[in-house]
């Protein structure tokens, strides 16, 4: 701490300035007249001048300020492989031992290099080393160790990217020569239409055997689909039949090499959506009715359904010999729709449909097979289907869950969800439902049945069956036991979810795969998994998570409605994810088809070299057994930073102004006293 003479003037400078003229000006004009004692005044005028200046001796206080000296860890995938892990740690260690032994030195230790997001670069160091000093002023950084394998993908070009200039380290860990084999995806699809054959293309790159015969095992969803023997090196082109709705994961797997580094970059997986085409939908209306607008308008409204309809315009009661033929602008297509194309549509719906000899009962025989060979049926029923014309007295009965009483209940009833409903992903959650009485319009009609399969997702009057779902054969049917969901529609008594609840039942007959009542799925969210198990039982919660490496471990889901439990898993590595519950299985390709990180896993200080030793610094390769790291020095800015078997940081010595003393030289009595003995004297010399 220093001391300085600062002056603060007890007046303005301009008349401190004038009285100083006016001192030299007495003293000029004594000497012009010959009177030399009147240098005694000027004695005096100056001391009169020092007290008006006040002089001021000032000295700051300043506390030192530490350097900052930041550790980066790579925590990637490739960080993983045999013992770069534990050299990673032991560096650290010995780092932070030797940082500790320095008084001014802060230690900031930053984690990077753990993203598996699908746009993930590979692994950044310099991005996160950059954050992670953002709040230190450039003249503070002592100086920076990177501890990686030295696969780092952000490496700047120039050392102007980074906002300071101090020595920067690498500590590399893994081994010289090392050989790896990897798979890389060239081309694939990311959709495809169902039961469309799509191309992929890739090759086996092998560093120490570049053209060398190969086993490869191809796997669709979990199960294998083909066994190829390839060139290392070469691209290989191979063709996958889609025929699951949603995600579809390939999984190319290449047989491991002998002494290889890794297995983990031996597989690739892809995943690709599977997508249909518009939805063909074949709606028929027995008549016209309230209720029929409401199904037209919900199918029209859907951009993936190419609706065909027809509505029969004859009254059922009316007696005409008229031949239907000559009945219709268009003739109705009866052997085109149910013999030769009936097996184009997705679905096919009977709203009110009874029978009157414009189907022969032929027909209805086909739609029984179209519905056992994966097809769909949905049978809206009305007052005409508790009788003898009834859709439900012909061969379509056999796949339909439910069979009338011949009985017709008209009455008001308020549409409940039952306790398989209220789990059921079709009606779980509709809008106005509860545990109580729902908050929604009434009814006033239904068809009495009794159920000989399926499952009843909705009751109506006196609890009786509603709304029936089945599986029969590889399709599905579905019958709703009343005709008056318009009036949910017309917003009678409040409405009801209609468009929720019937575009659900379409798309669950539709084989959606989100609709369906067992499943278990998993979505990557960031760094995390989300994993979701729909089921109508209560089974376990627990699922297997098998990561990429193989590790596995258990977690526990919790319930988040009835027949819903969710959990969240931690994505550390990218690959594929096995997630698995009793005999569900859900694949999960987390990251890009070839992750930056897999492209090369060997160990290696050339990438990292150029920019340490522009920043100052050095390249170094930490030695298996010993896990040795350099000596650290404090050195001056400027001054060398690396040597053998030692690395330098700056020792910057920035300080801090924490305040200002002052101590006036010339106190006010002291600087009068002063001026009244130069007066006098200058009095006493003149008055000789």
């Known amino acids: 701490m220093n001391w300085t003479l600062e002056f603060s003037p007890l007046i303005a400078p301009f008349w401190l300035s004038c009285f100083t003229l006016a001192i030299f000006a007495v003293v000029i004009f004594g000497l012009l007249r010959k009177q030399h004692r009147a240098i005694w005044r000027m004695f005096a005028g100056f001391a009169l001048l020092l007290v008006l200046a006040n002089p001021t001796l000032q000295r700051e206080l300043r506390d030192i300020l530490p350097s900052v000296a930041a ?5 990637s995938a490739s960080q993983t492989i045999g013992e770069r892990r534990e050299q990673t740690q032991q560096a650290v260690k010995n780092l932070q031992a030797q940082l500790k032994n320095f008084q001014n030195v802060d230690v900031r230790i930053i984690h990077a290099g753990a993203s598996v997001s699908p746009d993930s670069k590979g692994t950044e160091l310099f991005q996160p080393l950059v954050q992670g000093l953002s709040d230190v002023p450039a003249e503070r950084i002592a100086g920076a160790f990177l501890i990686t394998d030295g696969q780092v993908h952000d490496v700047p070009a120039e050392t102007s990217a980074l906002p300071f200039h101090a020595p920067l380290h690498a500590l590399i860990t893994g081994e ?33 055997h570049p053209d060398e015969r190969v086993g490869v095992q191809i796997r669709l969803n979990g199960n294998e689909v083909s066994t190829l023997n390839v060139r290392t090196g070469q691209i290989v082109e191979h063709e996958i039949e889609i025929k699951t709705a949603g995600e579809n994961v390939v999984e190319i797997s290449a047989e491991n090499a002998e002494n290889e580094l890794t297995a983990l970059n031996n597989r690739a997986a892809i995943s690709i959506k599977g997508v249909r085409e518009n939805l063909r939908v074949l709606l028929i ?93 949905l049978v809206v029923s009305g007052p005409e289907d508790h009788g003898v014309d009834s859709v439900y007295q012909t061969a379509l009965a056999s796949v339909l869950p439910v069979e009338p009483t011949g009985e ?11 306790e398989v409903g209220f789990r059921h992903p079709v009606t779980r959650g509709l809008p106005g439902s509860s545990s109580g009485e729902p908050k929604w319009g009434r009814w006033f009609r239904a068809i009495n049945v009794d159920v000989k399969s399926g499952e009843t997702l909705m009751t109506g009057p006196s609890s009786a069956p509603l709304l029936v779902l089945n599986r029969a054969g590889e ?50 969210n960031g760094t995390n998994i989300s994993i979701q198990r729909q089921s109508m039982s209560e089974s376990g919660t627990a699922v297997q998570v098998q990561r990429p490496d193989g590790a596995v471990e258990s977690i526990r889901l919790k319930p988040m409605s009835p027949g819903l439990w969710q959990g969240t898993v931690s994505a550390t590595l990218p690959g594929l994810y096995r997630i698995t519950h009793g005999d569900k299985t859900a694949l999960l390709a987390v990251g890009p088809p070839n992750p930056q990180e897999f492209v090369d896993m060997r160990s290696t200080k050339e990438k990292l ?80």
């Open 475 to 524: 399709g599905r049917t579905a019958t709703l036991l009343s005709d008056q969901v318009w009036l949910w529609a017309r917003n009678f008594e409040g409405g009801g979810p209609h468009t929720d609840l019937l575009r659900r039942v379409v798309h669950w007959l539709m084989k959606e795969p989100d609709l369906d009542e067992e499943t278990l799925r998993a979505q990557q």
């Open 176 to 208: 010289e020569k090392e050989h790896d084999r990897r798979v890389v995806v060239v081309d694939a699809p990311r959709f495809a239409l169902l039961n469309s054959r799509q191309k992929i293309r890739f090759r086996v790159e092998d560093n120490d």
């Open 408 to 418: 017709l209940t008209e009455k008001p009833y308020l549409p409940q969800l039952s």
């Open 71 to 75: 550790i980066v860890i790579d925590e």
């Open 609 to 688: 070299g150029i920019i340490t030793q522009a920043m100052g610094g050095t390249t170094e390769r930490l030695k298996n057994k010993t896990f040795s790291v350099p000596r650290i020095r404090l050195i001056n800015t400027g001054d060398k930073a690396y040597g053998t078997g030692w690395a330098g940081l700056y020792q910057r010595n920035v300080t801090d102004l924490k305040g200002i003393e002052h101590f006036p030289l010339l106190q006010t009595l002291l600087g009068l006293l002063l001026t009244l003995s130069f007066l006098s004297l200058a009095w006493f010399r003149e008055g000789r």
């Open 285 to 377: 209306s027995g008549e016209p009715h309230s209720g029929e607008r409401t199904w037209r308008n919900l199918l029209k409204a859907d951009p993936a359904v190419d609706l065909v309809h027809f509505t029969i315009l004859r009254p059922p009661d009316k007696v005409d010999a008229t031949p239907i033929r000559e009945l219709s602008l268009i003739a109705f297509p009866v052997r085109e729709l149910f013999q030769d194309k009936i097996g184009e549509f997705d679905l096919i719906i009977f709203d009110r449909y009874e029978r009157r000899n414009i189907l022969p009962m032929i027909y209805f025989s086909n739609m029984a097979d179209y519905v056992n060979k994966g097809g769909a049926v």
